[in-house]
DNA sequence: CTGTTAGCGCATTCAA
DNA sequence: TTGAATGCGCTAACAG
C-alpha cells in the first residue's frame, strides 16, 4: 500500500486539472482534445493508476456494487445461482457483496440493513420472510430489487423462479398414473417459502378430484446435505405402516437424499409399493440407485435472468410488473418413481 | 435513500460538534462526559443513524473488508469454505467480498486487482497459480493474506488445507492391503494445485517398494457436477482391458461420481475386480451404491481457521510461518473399496 | 475544450 | 472535556 497515488498525481504530471482527469476516468470524452485525452491516457498506463472506490462512492452516490442475501451459502442450489449471478456480472463494473443469512430472518433483516450502508446500487434477495411487508428497510429506500429462487407477496418486485407449479403438477400426474394411492409431501414448512407453496398447489392441482391422498410431514428447514433430523423419518415410519402404496416427494434435495437413506435404511425396495421423488439440488439422483426421478432446477439460468432485470432497473428505472418470471426446470424420469 | 442522515445531523441535533460524535462512534469515550455521551447516543438511537462506510474508509484508511477469491463459487466443497469463513465472521465488524475465478488464472489476477482497489484489509485465497511469485500484485503491498484448501510455494502467506498426505497414504496402504495390483489416478493437473500434489505424493509414500502400479490420467479442471468428459473414459476404459484388479482414486467429487457413474454405464460390478474412491466433495457418497468410500474433507472447518488466522495478521501484524496449518479429513470407510 | 471551486461524510490534528 | 479546521480522493456545477 506504498502511499497509493491518486487523481492529483495524474493531473499533475499530465499537466491538466483533476477535472479532465476525472473526465477521462468516467469517459466524457465529447469535447476532449484527443491531443489530452491521449496524455491523460499515457500517464493513467504508465502508473498503473486506480481510482479509490470509496472516494469515488462517496462523491458519485452510486457504489457499483450489488448487494446479494442468500438464505445458505453452502446450499449446493445456492451457490449455483451465485454462481450465474457472479458470471453475468464479471463483464461489468459491478461488484458483489454477499451475505449469508444462515436461514435465520433476524440475521437476514440485519444483512438488509447492512447492505444499504454500504451504500449497493441493486440488491438481488431470496427472500426469507413471509410478506413485503416484512422488509420495511427496503421498502422506504427507491432501491432497485430482485427477487430469486423465492418471491414474497405482494410482489413489489420483480421475481425469477422455477416452474413450480407446472413441474409439481406433471409429477402429480404421474403419480396419478402409476397408481400411488398416496402422496407423503416433504417439505419444511411452506409458509415461509412461495416455492414450496407452487409445488403444494401444483400437486393438488393435479391430483384434485382424483383418489390419491395427499399428506405432508413439515420438517424444520435443513441445513445439512442429507437430512437426518430423527423425528422426520419416525414420522414417515408410522405413516409407512399402512402399507398403502405410497409417493413420497421431498420439496428439497437434503430431504429428498435423507428419504432414499431411510429407505435404504430400512431395507424397503424402491419403486415397490413405495415410490420416491423430489427436487435434486445436487444433481446427483442419476447416480443413486435406483436412480432417482427427480426434478432439477436451473439455479444459474436463474441468476442470470436476475441480473439482466436487475441492471435494467438500475439503468432505465423500474419496469412493469407482470409477476414472477419463470425458468423451466426439468423432470428427470429415472427409476424410483 | 431519502436524505440519509449524517455525522452532521447528529451534531446539530445533539448540540455537540461532530468531533464529539466521531468520538462516541468510534468508541473513544475516554474524557468525555457522560452527560453527552449518553446525549449523543439518544440521538443515535433515535434516528438510527449509520456511519457511511465509505467516507469512514477513505478517511480512516482502512475499509473493514475481507476479500476472498475462490476456483469456482459452484463447486459445493468451495461453497462450505465460504460458509466457515462467513459465519465466523458474523459476529465482527468486518464484510466480505467474494469473487470468482471461474478456475482462469487470468480473471484471479484480475479479481484480485478489484479486492486491492476495493482497499480491503485483509484477503483470502484459494490460489490459481502454481507459484506465489505469481501474485506480484499482492506481494508489492503488505496486505495480510491467508490461503485457503491450497497454496503456493515458497509459502509466503499462511495457508490452511486438508491433511491430504496422511489421508492419502492411508488409502494408499489400505490399497496395498486389498491386494490391487494397481492404481489409476484420476485427477485435474497437478501442478497446479498443492492438495493434488500432496495426495499423490501421500499415495506413492504408501505405494513405495510395493508392486502396485500407479497410473494417472490427467484430465481437464471440471465445472460439472459429474464429470462426462469422454476422453476421459475412454482412456479409462482402455486401461481396464487388461483386467488387472484396480482401485480407482479420484482426486475430487466430479470425477469420482464420474468414476461410478462410467462403472455403472458399463456394469462394472464395484468392488470387484476394480475398487473405486475419492475425495468426495459432496458427501453423497453414501447414498451411491454400493456405498463409496470416500475421504470427506472439513471445508467449514477450513474457513473458520482461515478467518482466525487472518484476523490475528490483521490486528497484530505478521506472525511466525511454520508450514501450512492441517484440518483433519475422514476416510469414510464404505463398500467401493 | 478545460480549469476553479466546492463539497460528499467522516476522522484527526491542534487548540482552547 | 470539547471544537474548529483541515483534508482523504473524487465528481460536478459553473465559468471561461
Chains 1, 2 share one sequence.
Not at 50 to 70: D, F
Not at 200 to 219: M, R
Request: aromatic share 6%; charged share 25%.
Amino acid at each position: 500500500m506504498n502511499k497509493a497515488i491518486t487523481i492529483n498525481d495524474i493531473a499533475k504530471i499530465a499537466t491538466v486539472s483533476k477535472t479532465t482527469v476525472s473526465r477521462f476516468l468516467n469517459g466524457k470524452f465529447e469535447g476532449m482534445s484527443e491531443e489530452t485525452r491521449l496524455r491523460i491516457q499515457a500517464v493513467v498506463e504508465e502508473l498503473d493508476y486506480r481510482p479509490n472506490r470509496q472516494a469515488r462512492a462517496l462523491k458519485a452516490k452510486y457504489s457499483s456494487v450489488i448487494g446479494i442475501t442468500v438464505t445458505d451459502i453452502s446450499n449446493p442450489y445456492n451457490s449455483r445461482i451465485l454462481k450465474g449471478i457472479m458470471d453475468r456480472l464479471k463483464s461489468t463494473e459491478y461488484r458483489t457483496i454477499i451475505l449469508d443469512s444462515d436461514l435465520c430472518k433476524t440475521r437476514e433483516h440485519d444483512n438488509i440493513e447492512k447492505l444499504i450502508d454500504e451504500q449497493i446500487d441493486g440488491l438481488i434477495i431470496q427472500p426469507l420472510a413471509e410478506s413485503s411487508h416484512d422488509y420495511a428497510e427496503i421498502l422506504k429506500t427507491k432501491l432497485p430489487v430482485v427477487q430469486v429462487d423465492r418471491f414474497v407477496e405482494p410482489l413489489v418486485w420483480p421475481a425469477v423462479v422455477s416452474d413450480n407449479f407446472i413441474q409439481s403438477k406433471n409429477l402429480g400426474l404421474r403419480i396419478k398414473d402409476k397408481d400411488y394411492e398416496r402422496v407423503i409431501v416433504l417439505t419444511p414448512p411452506m409458509s415461509e417459502s412461495s416455492p414450496r407453496k407452487n409445488r403444494y398447489k401444483g400437486l393438488l392441482n393435479a391430483l384434485i378430484g382424483g383418489n390419491v391422498e395427499i399428506i405432508s410431514i413439515t420438517t424444520p428447514e435443513i441445513r445439512e446435505i442429507i437430512a437426518k433430523d430423527e423425528k422426520i423419518w419416525a414420522e414417515l415410519r408410522n405413516l409407512l405402516q399402512d402399507k398403502k402404496r405410497t409417493a413420497i416427494f421431498a420439496f428439497n434435495g437434503a430431504l429428498l437424499y435423507g428419504a432414499v437413506k431411510f429407505l435404504n435404511d430400512n431395507l424397503i425396495a424402491i419403486p415397490g409399493n413405495i415410490g420416491v421423488v423430489g427436487y435434486d439440488d445436487s444433481a446427483l439422483g442419476e447416480l443413486i440407485s435406483p436412480g432417482i426421478t427427480s426434478i432439477e432446477q436451473n439455479p444459474v439460468e436463474i441468476g442470470y435472468r436476475a441480473v439482466d432485470i436487475l441492471l435494467q432497473q438500475i439503468i432505465e428505472g423500474p419496469q412493469e410488473l407482470s409477476g414472477p418470471v419463470p425458468v423451466d426446470s426439468k423432470l428427470n424420469i429415472r427409476k424410483s418413481l
